[in-house]
């Protein structure tokens, strides 16, 4: 853990991929004007975690599945997080007090190390900063039933296998299909910005992972 720590704080104060890598993982239907500043005009600032923990020697990192509810991202697989709150006094702030809120982890023993890009999220206008901690110890969750419909405790280098990104198509709220690309992990369907964030993530681990 302690020499992914050191690579990220490097890694993470260079210029990051950004558009290009969360791209990969872009559905169609969508394209690159989602990232110009006109598409962000209004959008409700969030933060998300993406928060590191070791579990039997592995990296591990949760992602929430969205109960079933009348909203755009029903049953969905997310980071925790959520919009930012006029007391937060920035989004990183917001990524942790989200992250205590919907699945219980304790905000004094979250280590931030940085952030990714930000990402536009058009469904829920919504402009996210992705906040990347590490959690020392083991994290006693506790998913909120109102917000959480499970906690997933996802392997790091799961994420970094080649097999587990795939592309299927999908119905969406609109009834339209779409093809998506999406990261299968943990036998679930990690899409949209989700796996768009994840992306980038990817890609700046790739040089750690092929040392």
């Known amino acids: 853990m302690e020499s992914l720590i050191s690579f990220l704080k490097k890694a993470l104060t260079t210029e990051l991929p950004g558009q290009d890598a969360q791209a990969i993982m872009m559905p169609t239907l969508s394209d690159r004007s989602r990232f110009s500043l006109e598409a962000k005009k209004g959008a409700r600032p969030g933060g998300v975690m993406i928060l590191f923990y070791l579990k039997d020697e592995e990296i591990y990192f949760p992602l929430i599945q969205r109960p079933d509810y009348d909203g755009v991202h029903a049953k969905q697989m997310?980071?925790?997080?959520?919009?930012?709150?006029?007391?937060?006094?920035?989004?990183?702030?917001?990524?942790?007090?989200?992250?205590?809120?919907?699945i219980g982890v304790e905000s004094g023993k979250i280590e931030v190390i940085g952030s990714l890009s930000e990402l536009y999220i058009i469904a829920s206008n919504f402009n996210v900063l992705p906040t990347i901690g590490i959690f020392g110890g083991l994290p006693d969750f506790l998913a909120d039933e109102h917000e959480v419909d499970e906690v997933v405790e996802v392997k790091l280098t799961d994420l970094m296998d080649d097999a587990k990104q795939k592309e299927k198509p999908m119905t969406i709220l609109q009834g339209i299909t779409i093809n998506a690309p999406y990261f299968d992990l943990n036998d679930k369907v990690v899409w949209g910005a989700t796996a768009m964030i994840l992306s980038e993530l990817k890609q700046i681990l790739q040089p750690f992972y092929k040392n």
């Open 78 to 102: 997310s980071f925790p997080g959520g919009k930012k709150d006029d007391e937060d006094e920035s989004l990183i702030i917001t990524a942790i007090r989200e992250t205590n809120e919907e």
